[in-house]
Structures are given as structure tokens and as C-alpha cells.
């Protein structure tokens, strides 16, 4: 129960910080590379760590990551 509300707390924030940098980028698709089957990609297509970090600098002052 706990991890599913987490996931999904997640994903509500992910998601328009990844459509963000699609649409930046001009990219049609974008995989999460080990649950999609991925056999091999250009390692400069990985746009995760873009994504951390605008995900950092949309964090409300003073927030702290929810205890376990």
C-alpha cells in the first residue's frame, strides 16, 4: 500500500518534468531502459540526469524525502 501511494506520488511529479524535457529536446519517445526491452542506445540519449536535476530545483524549500 505504502510503496504503490510512493509510486504514485512519484510519478505525479516525473511525468511533466520528463514531458519538459521531451518536448526541450524534440523527442518523439522516450524508454525507460531497463523495462522496455532496450537492447542497446547511444549513452548520450540517457536524459536522466537532466531530469534529476530539474526535478531538485522544483523541490519546495525546506523539503525533506518521506521517512520509510
Known amino acids: 500500500e ?3 501511494q ?3 506520488q512519484f510519478e505525479a511529479r516525473v511525468t511533466p518534468v520528463l514531458e519538459e524535457v521531451r518536448k526541450e529536446k ?3 519517445l522516450i524508454f525507460n531502459g531497463p523495462d522496455s ?5 547511444d ?5 536522466s540526469v537532466e ?5 531538485d ?7 525533506k524525502p518521506p521517512l520509510n
Do not use: S, Y
Open 51 to 55: 531530469v534529476i536535476k530539474k526535478m
Open 2 to 4: 505504502l510503496q504503490q
Open 57 to 63: 530545483a522544483a523541490k519546495p524549500a525546506g523539503a
Open 26 to 28: 524534440g523527442l518523439l
Open 37 to 41: 526491452g532496450l537492447v542497446a542506445a
Open 6 to 8: 510512493l509510486q504514485q
Open 43 to 47: 549513452p548520450g540519449l540517457d536524459i
